[in-house]
């Protein structure tokens, strides 16, 4: 007779296990000790074998039928049920080792192999950090929209409106990345892009107008501070690279007599070699930075240690020491206040002003044929460049 709910419930321990059939191989294992196990009994390939369901009532009659069932299924298409759950619990077992945490590792890796910015690398091992604090533990499989967005919630309650949308596009990077390699099915922060409240982008302070330009120059000129701080001010003003391209530079990547300073790929946001042409004040700058650190590597080496560079704060805070606060110049506004001026003056093609700026153009047979028409035109801009300052300066 098949078993029922109150016969298991009246089943008691006796001094030996013993076994109370079911039917179709499943039956109930009474133990000494009183538990009541259910067990599957069936036969393959001539041999026996045995598979568990779990305890009574943590498992009810209704459900251990149906486990039985879906092995009975299993057995029927000569497929062993104990071997397709340990295939199963292995598998379960492999995707759960996959934590967010230990993939996000693997992608760091993969980026820092890829030659991105040190300073890129160190942006998104923090981002990382602080997912790794909420949800790093979790299988990557298993992480939800609603989990990240706790995550981003608590920068934006700071009002860290960037930060937050920085983490997800992060978090998202590292999404992607599982998918790619098998360990995730979905990318929850894809949801998550009307979610965040949006951040107002905030140029960098940059002076435009020629007069107040001169007086900036003629500032530059009186600065009373580190010589090698107002030989990099003036500099960064001629040339308009990034500043922090100009802190790390170092003398062997500099060309004086084609007057050409070629900045490494790894050093440049878009990871590509970009040429600066040297107009002749340049290269007087430059000639007197050397008397005082070209015995060195860097142009700019720290006071502290000639190995490292100047901190990224010296040429903003020179400034600040000039009279001027953070909304009315920065040092990365020389770039802005170069495409300004360069545009307005109409005497340069706009591409080679981005070409000048290392705004590159992403399709490869355009940027080659950009760097090659510009290149010409670029040095009598950058000649044109130094000499308006000048004249700015003089006036």
Known sequence: MALTDLKIKNLKPKDKAYKIADFDGLFVLVTDRGSKLFRFKYRMDGKEGLLSFGKYPDVSLSQARLKRDDARKLVAAGVNPSKARNDAKDLKDAENANTFEKVAALYLAKITIEGRARATLKKNASFI??????????????????????????????????????????????????????????????????ALIRHKTKSRAAITDPKALGGLMRAIAGYEGQNTTRLGLELLAIVATRPSELRLAEWSEFDFEVQVWKIPAERMKMRIEHAVPLPDRAISLLLKLKEETGHGQLLFPSTRSFHRPISENTLNGALRRLGYTGQEMTSHGFRATFSTLANESGLWHPDAIERALAHVERNEVRRAYARGVYWDERVRMAEWWAGFLEKLRAE
């Open 129 to 194: 950090a602080m997912a790794n604090k909420d949800f790093g533990q979790q299988a990557i499989k298993n992480i939800t929209s609603a989990t990240v967005l706790k995550t981003l919630k608590k920068s934006e309650a700071k009002e860290l409106y960037e930060t937050a949308h920085r983490i997800r596009t992060t978090v998202g990077a590292v999404f992607r990345y599982a998918i790619a390699n098998g360990m995730a099915e979905n990318d929850p922060t894809y949801a998550l892009r009307d």
